[in-house]
């Protein structure tokens, strides 16, 4: 999808990338918020909010605008020393940069970026100059735990314990339907058939294993845990969307492979999904370490409802 865009459009990597994931962009009347969604040939794509660039000529780089300052909420410095530092991100911030956007733009055009996590905190930490080392990712509407190298010995140490499936991940999420406790395990592909990353009915792909127990039910939603075996992109939202029970505030991955999407009566206005508690192995004194965190305002607030209902 982004390769399309940016070669039709005449667009850097970070507007189209906004431009999908703000659902400007159709493919076949369907709207698509997914930036790595894979395009089949045939399908008819609109694209709303942008004036596509005449061919020959180069997008007026005078027009872009810097990003406004950042004025969401902050996030949390949980833990720091000199080897890493642990921070509680709120929903709406990216965590870090893209390659590829970091790429297009270099270090002079970052004031055109919307800020990072990443970029925040180098100063929450007294060293604005000094910048931190991301050895993972959530979705920047997933609230909770990520973990930084400060180093280079650290982020490789971390980069190795990720790589190895050691860390302990257990996320929160508000789903739609009656869930069972249990363990989910596929083949995760960049297509699933429909457009969408999801699970491969061939065994193609990389292995995801996702152990979900359900901690409450309510009448047509739950809260679940689910534990990470693997880390996989999306690996949360798209195993619990294959299941039947959605996140609720989900729209990409709520829905079977070619089906409908799945009713959603929570008016969640983002997928509720919170990564609680984050243990591992600390880079420098081998020391094993674990930190969790509450869920996001808003998450407790649906919550509350859905116990209340």
């Known amino acids: 999808m982004s390769a399309f865009l940016r070669a039709r459009l005449n667009l850097p990597w970070s507007k189209v990338k906004k431009l999908v994931e ?5 493919v076949a009347g369907q709207k698509i918020t997914d930036p790595a969604l894979r ?6 794509v609109d694209v709303g909010g942008y004036v596509p660039t005449p061919k020959g000529q180069k997008p007026n780089r005078a027009k872009l605008k810097e990003a406004p300052a950042y004025d969401g909420p902050m996030p949390v410095l949980v833990y720091s020393d000199d080897s890493i530092a642990v921070v509680d991100k709120p929903p709406g911030l990216t965590t870090m940069r893209h390659a590829e956007e970091a790429a297009e733009f270099g270090e002079r055009g970052k004031h055109y970026l919307p800020t990072t996590l990443a970029d925040l905190l180098p100063a929450m930490l007294g060293r604005p100059g000094k ?6 990712r959530i979705d920047r509407d997933t609230s909770g ?5 400060r180093t280079q010995p650290a982020e490789a140490h971390l980069t190795e314990q990720f790589k190895a499936h050691t860390v302990d991940r257990r996320y929160l999420a508000l789903v739609r339907g009656r869930p069972k406790s249990g363990t989910i395990e596929s083949y995760v592909v960049r297509d699933r058939g429909d457009g969408r990353r999801g699970s491969s009915s061939t065994g193609d792909g990389q292995r995801a294993v996702t152990h979900v ?7 047509e939603f739950a809260l679940v845990e689910c534990r990470l075996e693997t880390g996989r992109t999306h ?3 798209i195993h619990l969307g294959e299941a ?8 990409v991955y709520d829905r079977p492979t070619n089906g409908q999407p799945w009713p959603d009566a929570s008016a969640a206005k983002r997928p509720m999904l919170h990564a609680a508690r984050l243990g591992l192995t ?17 998450f407790k607030e649906l919550l509350g409802r859905l116990r209340n209902r």
């Open 22 to 26: 703000s659902g400007q962009v159709r």
């Open 39 to 44: 395009l089949k040939l045939g399908k008819r």
């Open 131 to 136: 910048a931190v080392r991301a050895v993972h």
């Open 145 to 149: 735990l990520v973990v930084f190298g």
């Open 213 to 219: 127990k359900v901690l409450e039910q309510f009448t």
């Open 235 to 237: 690996q949360v939202r």
């Open 244 to 251: 039947g029970w959605p996140l609720c505030g989900e729209r």
């Open 282 to 298: 600390h880079p420098a004194t081998s020391e094993r370490m674990t930190w969790e965190t509450p869920p996001a305002e808003d």
